[in-house]
């Protein structure tokens, strides 16, 4: 497709379960990031990979969260042992690499942590 | 570290009359700041870049400036209409070659 693609759309978990949200980003683009938006707040950082360069992982929350991206394309992001606080939304976005380059973003994976 | 401030508070005016949203940064400017449109449910979507040396930069209806000096980039809706009812989103750089952080977003509603 010719944008940011996530998938699920929607994700219901239980607590203590792993779940791995995907994100496809525009064909091209050498940059990616990963957002958590919780209902009502601003976009938080989580991690980005620019290129083959290692990812700056500085915005995750803690060691249940991870990510990956594979070949320099899709890239999954993994949260373990999910917890209640876990709830929101999880936003890709990707761009072209450049210093200026603006960010395309997906619509989003909501997680939901009963 | 570089933080980005945007008013939470939501700002509410009358359609036809130009809408100004305040995004302050502390520390350093960075070279450039971004502004983006969130609709509910959906992804942000860029709107405008404004470069560290440029005063002002408009496209269509919008402006935004960057006053170095206050710390503080002001995104302008002129004539504005109810299409315009959205969060709007102030990006930085922060560290990083190219990594963005963003403010909370103000929340824009234009009533008819």
């Known amino acids: 497709g010719a944008g940011v693609s996530q998938s699920p759309s929607n994700k219901v978990t239980e607590k203590g379960k792993d779940v791995e949200l995907r994100c496809d980003p525009i064909?091209?683009?050498?940059?990616l990031y990963w957002y958590r938006q919780s209902l009502g707040q601003g976009l938080e950082f989580l991690i980005y990979?620019?290129?083959?360069?290692?990812?700056?992982k500085s915005g995750l929350p803690s060691d249940r969260f991870s990510a990956e991206r594979t070949g320099g394309s899709v890239s999954t992001l993994t949260i373990q042992r999910t917890q209640q606080e876990d709830s929101a939304v999880y936003l890709c976005?990707?761009?072209?690499?450049?210093?200026?380059?603006?960010?395309?973003f997906g619509e989003g994976s909501r997680l939901t942590v009963l | 570290s570089q933080k980005i401030e945007q008013n939470s508070e939501a700002l509410n005016i009358q359609e036809g009359k130009t809408a100004t949203l305040t995004c302050n940064y502390t520390?350093?400017?960075?070279?450039?700041l971004q502004w983006y449109r969130q609709d509910p449910g959906r992804g942000p979507v860029f709107l405008l870049l404004?470069?560290?040396?440029?005063k002002e930069k408009r496209k269509e209806r919008l402006k935004v400036t960057f006053d170095t000096t206050l710390k503080q980039s002001l995104f302008h809706i002129t004539a504005s209409q109810p299409a315009d009812s959205a969060t709007y989103l102030c990006?930085?750089?922060?560290?990083?070659?190219?990594?963005?952080?963003f403010g909370a977003g103000t929340r824009l509603a234009v009533h008819p």
């Open positions: 976005a990707s761009s072209s690499g450049q210093r200026t380059g603006e960010l395309f």
């Open positions: 990006a930085r750089i922060s560290g990083g070659y190219n990594k963005l952080i």
């Open positions: 064909s091209g683009h050498t940059a």
């Open positions: 404004i470069r560290e040396n440029e």
């Open positions: 990979f620019q290129g083959n360069s290692a990812p700056d």
């Open positions: 520390n350093y400017s960075p070279a450039y």
